[in-house]
């Protein structure tokens, strides 16, 4: 069950971060989810390090770090990603 979990999340995460990103990123879906997961695990890392992992109410803060830390990625990725030759 909680690699479901972490596939929605990642799934969410990834989406809004693309949204956060200007422009069109021509990344599949399974790369957005892959990176939205990472970011999620970086971000609650982050989170933990600063010492805002466990808040009262929503962990907005948290939320915030996930997904900058997966707009990053997805804007690392997608360069790579567009500069790919199609066989």
Known sequence: MALLWAIIAGLVIGLLAR???PGRQPIPLWAT???GI???LIGNGLAAA???ADTNGVD???HGFQIGVAALLIALV???WAGRRRV
């Open 78 to 80: 997608t360069p790579m």
């Open 50 to 52: 600063f010492g805002v």
């Open 33 to 35: 989810i892959l990176v």
């Open 60 to 62: 907005w803060i948290r």
């Open 38 to 40: 990472i970011g999620g």
């Open 19 to 21: 949204l956060l990103l």
